[in-house]
Structure formats: C-alpha cells, structure tokens
C-alpha cells in the first residue's frame, strides 16, 4: 500500500507548476493548418484513354519558287490545329487552318491509324501515309534540354499535301496544360531552352533556300506579378533539303539573325503570346509573332511557335517558323 502511494504522489508532482501547491493544466496546443494540396498533374507518357490536344501552332508552305515561300502564320494557344488521338484504334485526326502558298488559308484534316506507324519510341512517335507523291507525316516527339527530356510537353510536326495545300510544314506546342489557378502570380524564373524550325529566302525571281534551324538557341523569362514574357531566339541554319526531310551533311551554320521578343501572359490563363524585333541592325521585319503556354506544375515547363519575316535584310527576304521549348533553371 505505501508503494502505491508513494508511486501517486510523484505522478501528482510532475504535473504540478513551479509555484503554489494546485495542479497546472497543460495548454491546448494550437493546431498547425493543413496545407492545402496542390493541382495533381499526369505526366504526358502517362496520359491513357481518348482525348483532344490544343495547341498553338505554325504552318509554312514550301514552293520551288517565288515569295509563296514566306507566307508563314502562326496562331494563339487554342487556336491552333487539334490534335484528336482516338485510344480504341490507337489513331490520331488532326485538323487545322494551314496557310498555303497563294490564296486564303484552307482547313485541312487527316486521320493517321495504327498501320502507318513508323516509329514508335521513348523519343517520338512517327506516321507516315503515302498520298499521290505528296509528304504526310505526323510526329509527336518528346523535347529534350541538355538530353534531359521535358515531362509535360511535346512537339508535333505536320507534313502534309494534297492538290490545295501543296507541301506544307506545321509545328506545333502542346501538352499537360499548367491548371490556371496553379500559374504562379508572385516572383519570376527563367527557363533553359531548345529551338527547332525551318528557314527560307525567296524573292519573286529566285528559289527558295531552306535552313534547319535546330542549331539555334533561345532564353525566356516570365514576371508572374506583372505577367510580362521576354526571349531572345538566336537563329542559325543549317542548309536543308525540304524533299529529303533533313539538313545537307557536311555544310556549316549560317547566322540569321538575332531577335528579341516581348509579350504578355493571358490574364486568368496558362498562355502566353507576343511579338519579335530585331536585336541590332537596321533590318526591318514583316509579322513576328510568338504565341505559347505553360505546362505541368506551378509552370514548369513551357512551349511556343514562332514565325519571323525579315524584308530587305542580308538574306533578302527571310521566313522563319518553328518552336521553343523549356524548363525552370
């Protein structure tokens, strides 16, 4: 009995404060919120079931000759072609507004099935279908930044042809769309980049000549207080054969210019879009536009298209149409 007691007094003791002979209460701690859980996001290789991909995009016709050749266009997130990918038949329809070489832009659609695949890997997915001489290929490729490939977006490549829309290249950014009430609105970050695209001169009396422009570097940064884009693309061509669907071997980089981009961030959204000048010089350009979005979490990565049209400059008149891809540095 006196064990039990005296094993109760000490109990009553370390409950006890520092001063007075009553019993303290210990306080009710305050409870820590619970953070509330941000957007989920599905990586892209992960996506499963049917669904349709906005885009912002880039048509460019390709003509043997005459100034058909610049008459690029790029269109705003959302406005560009529709990429419909159909999982029971493992196909995708893409549809679109393609400039062509003379005349009003044309809409154009084509499905590609499961038998036209020629490539199917971690980097891209290629179809090829044969139509009366003229290219049609889709590719949805995965975008790499120093080799490391991006989660949530992708690059689609359009070669298509019929008798009204004669060889025409279009690019296109999409992918996991960055939610929009996840889109940062405080700070800024800058992103590292990969560019890709085509070139072309013409005049009214000469060819075309056409440059790949994988070779070309580019920077961005976004204030998401004030919403204000800013990049600069660095465009370097390679010689290219637009019939053989690669650059001529063995042939160097030629410089084409520096530009300098400005644009805005959507009000409310995950896109973006803006406008080029030339870094130095006097040349003078046509329509230069950039129109993009952000992907995966809190804007992580990002894409747009470009389409650039020098006049009068030291190529004469020049096109150029492509994309720009990244990630947080």
Not at 157 to 168: D, H, K, Q, Y
Not at 172 to 184: E, H, N, R
Not at 199 to 213: K, N
């Amino acid at each position: 009995m006196r064990k039990i007691l005296l094993l109760g007094a000490m109990l009553t003791l370390s409950a006890c404060g520092g001063s007075g002979g009553g019993i303290a209460s210990t306080p009710t701690p305050t409870p820590t919120p619970t953070p509330t859980p941000g957007p989920t996001y599905t990586k892209f290789a992960d996506l499963t079931g049917d669904r349709v991909f906005q885009t912002a995009s880039v048509t460019m016709p390709i003509v043997s000759s005459g100034e058909g050749a610049i008459n690029s266009h790029s269109q705003a997130f959302g406005s560009g072609y529709t990429i419909d990918f159909d999982a029971t038949n493992n196909s995708y329809t893409v549809s679109g507004v393609l400039n062509v070489a003379t005349g009003a832009p044309v809409t154009h659609s084509q499905t590609f099935v499961q038998s036209e695949i020629t490539r199917n890997d971690a980097d891209a997915l290629i179809f090829s279908k044969p139509s009366a001489g003229q290219p049609n290929v889709f590719i949805i490729s995965v975008p790499k930044v120093n080799s490391v490939p991006l989660t949530y977006t992708r690059i689609s490549a359009w070669n298509t042809g019929t008798t009204s829309t004669p060889n025409v290249f279009a690019f296109a950014m999409l992918g996991v769309s960055t939610k929009t009430g996840d889109v940062p609105t405080t700070g800024s970050a800058t992103y590292k980049a990969g560019v890709g695209g085509v070139a072309s001169t013409a005049s009214a009396a000469a060819a075309p000549v056409f440059y790949d422009l994988s070779h070309s570097t580019a920077t961005l940064s976004a204030d998401f207080a004030t919403g204000a884009i800013a990049t600069d693309l660095t465009l370097n061509g390679v010689l290219f054969n637009p019939l053989t669907g690669g650059p001529t071997a063995g042939q160097p980089d030629v410089a084409l210019g520096i530009f300098n981009g400005t644009g805005l961030l959507n009000a409310g959204a995950n896109t973006f879009g803006g406008s080029f000048s030339p870094a130095s010089g006097s040349v003078s350009l046509g329509s230069s536009n950039f129109f993009g979005a952000f992907f995966g979490p809190q804007a992580l990565e990002f894409g747009y298209v470009y389409d650039l049209r020098t006049v009068n400059g030291a190529f004469g008149d020049l096109a150029a149409s492509g994309y720009v891809y990244g990630i947080k540095q």
